[in-house]
């Protein structure tokens, strides 16, 4: 089943290096948003299967945006994966409170991540 997953990272090299991996590796359709505000209206528009959200971005951070995301009954339903540089336990203990499906550490394997995705999501 052919899945689409929206990435959102203000970094311009890790949005293509996760698309590339999603599109090779899993032949999902991959969408592609650089701040939290072009995620908002991309996943209220296009409805994807899961999102990918960086937490540390300008303007809006992750957090910011899956509260948006969250709070929005068009998009609460869609499962979001924090994709974040902090992986020490402090970080981690800090998301605890949030609506996630599961957080994967930077720099991530590209041609992993299809499968991390599945098996975090139960798409397996």
Avoid at 26 to 44: I, K, P
Avoid at 47 to 74: E, F, N, Y
Avoid at 79 to 86: D, E, G, N
Avoid at 111 to 116: H, P, R, S, V
Wanted: aromatic share 4%; net charge negative; proline share 5%.
């Amino acid at each position: 089943m052919s899945r689409q997953i929206l990435i959102v990272d203000d970094e311009e090299d890790v949005r293509a290096i996760a698309q590339l991996g999603l599109e090779m590796g899993a032949g999902w359709s991959v969408l592609t948003a650089c701040s939290g505000q072009e995620a908002l209206s991309m996943a209220t528009d296009h409805q994807p299967d899961a999102i990918l959200l960086d937490m540390m971005m300008p303007d809006m951070d992750g957090r910011s945006t899956l509260q948006k995301l969250k709070a929005d009954p068009a998009t609460q339903q869609i499962p979001v994966i924090l994709v974040t540089a902090k992986v020490q336990q402090s970080d981690q203990d800090s998301f605890a409170d949030l609506d996630i499906a599961a957080i994967f550490a930077k720099p991530f394997r590209p041609l992993k991540l299809a499968e991390q995705i599945s098996e975090a999501l139960g798409w397996n």
